[in-house]
């Protein structure tokens, strides 16, 4: 059974950093693409980073030069880090797997204060 656990949330001021993770479990991050997106209040759910099986990585332009999404093949983790964050960064974020089923995680809330 595939799983997603998104970690590391929280509240942090205009300007600062974050690490979320996303711990797999039923699946081999290595040998899936995985993507993180967000949601914001009243907004629809947009894509934000991928890193590929084959460890290619690509960004939203919104976030592109201030986030980094990397994985950890022994913890079976991807992690996505967040500097310069900005207050249009605050939304709920979550991992999600095709496998090809569609799977997602529970979540993890990012607010940012300005």
């Known amino acids: 059974q595939v799983q997603l656990v998104e970690s590391g949330g929280g509240l942090v001021q205009s300007g600062g950093s974050l690490r979320l993770s996303c711990a797999a479990s039923?699946?081999?991050?290595?040998?899936?693409?995985i993507r993180w997106y967000r949601q914001s209040p009243g907004k629809e759910r947009e894509w934000v980073a991928i890193?590929?099986?084959?460890?290619?990585?690509n960004y939203a332009d919104s976030v592109k030069g201030r986030f980094t999404i990397s994985r950890d093949s022994a913890k079976n983790t991807v992690y996505l880090q967040m500097n310069s964050l900005k207050s249009e960064d605050t939304a709920v974020y979550y991992c999600?797997?095709?496998?090809?089923?569609?799977?997602w995680g529970q979540g993890t809330q990012v607010t940012v204060s300005s």
């Open positions: 999600n797997v095709l496998t090809p089923r569609s799977y």
């Open positions: 039923g699946i081999s991050i290595s040998r899936n693409d």
């Open positions: 890193i590929t099986s084959g460890g290619s990585t």
